[in-house]
């Protein structure tokens, strides 16, 4: 599967990557190029893989409410919110953004994998409708993005988790990388004329960039630290469960007696740490990890890891098997890169 932006990123040079069965630009100048760019100054992705649902009807607000583990009653016209659909058993099966339009009208943000899955979920309960296919989704961030998007779209009043609409476009302060910046959602074609405007004063970027960028800010990657097997309150997302509304997975996780949740994990030493190494203290095994990667903005290795509640603790020295080598680390909290204040 391609994006509608996929000619435009062969004219950019992308080189490309496989994601889910979409055929993306993995990188363009370079990941850590990518990194810095966001960083410092601007960068713009092509999210379109990602999937946009539209649920609307007189029951639109009850029925999401049961799903999710957010409460949507928080929510106004205008508002964005982070959210997770959970099975039975606790498990997750997608972390989603939710829009509010209105309490009959509301738009969700899913992952690419999930898309079909997540569908299937909705349909079961209300009324969807899957709008992917004839839009596009465009990430803009870094701390340049207000003055890069201002000339197209005025939204240097838009505070953080808010979107507006232009006609049918929707552009909403909010991201996958820690920095402050905008997603848009827009019809296919004039998503393309966008991307083509705000090239001027970003640098293009892929996936690569992406996954170490939300690996920096400490954000969750399905599959990775969430699935359907791995429950919010594992993922360290307890923020984000509201015990005192009924959802899907409420008995199940009011009744889990967690052994691991996710922690930070900072080497000590020349390594990268990769999904699946393990964590020793002492001898004893005490963790794995979840995401991992060489972050290019502290210039060391780090990771997201599920570690045993009892070693949780910052700063506490730990071992970790690289290629059967034992290299030094220290587990802390995250995120890695500090957040930049934002507005709301």
Known sequence: MRTPLYDLHKELGARWTNFHGWEMPLQYSGIVDEVKAVRSSAGIFDISHMGRLLVEGSDALEVLQRLTTNNLKKLSPGRVQYNLLTNERGGV???????????????LCVNAGNRGKV???????????????????????????VQVISPLFDVSDLKYYRFKTFGEVIVSRT???????????????????????????SKPCGLGARDVLRIEAGFPLYGHEISEDITPIEANLDRFVDFSKDFIGRDALLELKPERKIFGLEMAQKGVPREGYKLFFEGEEIGEVSSGTFSPTLGKGIALCFVKLEHREEGKEVELEVRGKLLKAHLRPYPFVKKPKRKG
Do not use: C, N
Not at 93 to 107: A, L
Not at 120 to 145: C, M, N, Y
């Open 93 to 107: 099966k997608d972390d989603i953004t939710v829009y509010m339009f209105s309490e009959e009208k509301f738009f």
């Open 119 to 145: 569908l299937s979920w909705l349909e079961r309960h209300t009324s969807v409708k899957d709008i992917s296919p004839e839009t596009v989704q465009i990430a803009l961030q870094g701390p340049r993005s």
């Open 175 to 201: 991201g996958y990388t820690g920095e402050d910046g905008f997603e848009i959602y827009a019809p296919a074609d004039e998503g393309l004329k966008i991307f083509k405007k705000l090239l001027d004063g």
